[in-house]
């Protein structure tokens, strides 16, 4: 897709969506499979449980993140990507990309 | 490179870079070229001076854009990317694929 230098409101929701702080880490986290509550919070170093719970209602209000509840007893909550949040993969793989090959170390650089 | 669900703090570096607000605006715009303080504020429906003014600066300092000083009479100042910003190609583009197929009106969805 061209980047044609006029404003796109689709662009900017979308990165103002994935931007606020920890949803980018959450999309991430999530894109190696469904995690409960305190997997992610233990895999987001400082994010706090308040912190979790709203990007988590977020992104699932975005539908981006899916909230499955096991009939178990107790019951288990896990929390998994959409089709929408798993098309993200390409977004989350560049910025990782450029991370890599101009925010972190050399020794952290992506071989390319 | 492999999204492997462990925390990477470059991406989270990132992620937070270019999500704060209007910053993806301002790098997507910049794509295009070259612009001066006036043509980037018209470009970006919303934004105030002073925020273009402090997104500005803090795009300058992570070495993402270029302010360049042209020493005609009066001044002529304008904005550029740097090698590392027109980097971000490839995330603005994925982004904006997303943002087109599942966040924009089927009419208005990238064509694949």
Redesign the interface.
């Known amino acids: 897709?061209a980047?044609?230098?006029?404003?796109?409101p689709?662009?900017?929701?979308?990165?103002?969506l994935?931007?606020?702080?920890y949803?980018?880490?959450i999309t991430?986290?999530l894109?190696?499979?469904p995690l409960r509550f305190s997997e992610l919070e233990r895999?987001?170093?400082g994010i706090s449980a308040r912190a979790l719970t709203l990007r988590l209602r977020e992104l699932e209000n975005a539908?981006i993140v899916a909230r499955q509840v096991e009939p178990t007893s107790p019951v288990r909550v896990t929390y998994e990507l959409t089709d929408?949040g798993r098309?993200?993969?390409?977004?989350?793989?560049?910025?990782?990309?450029?991370?890599?090959?101009?925010?972190?170390p050399a020794e952290?650089a992506?071989a390319s």
């Open positions: 897709m980047v044609d230098g006029d404003f796109c689709y662009f900017q929701q979308a990165v103002e994935i931007g606020r702080r949803s980018g880490a991430r986290t894109m190696a499979g895999s987001i170093p539908g929408k098309a993200l993969d390409d977004v989350v793989a560049e910025l990782e990309h450029w991370a890599h090959d101009w925010l972190a952290h992506h």
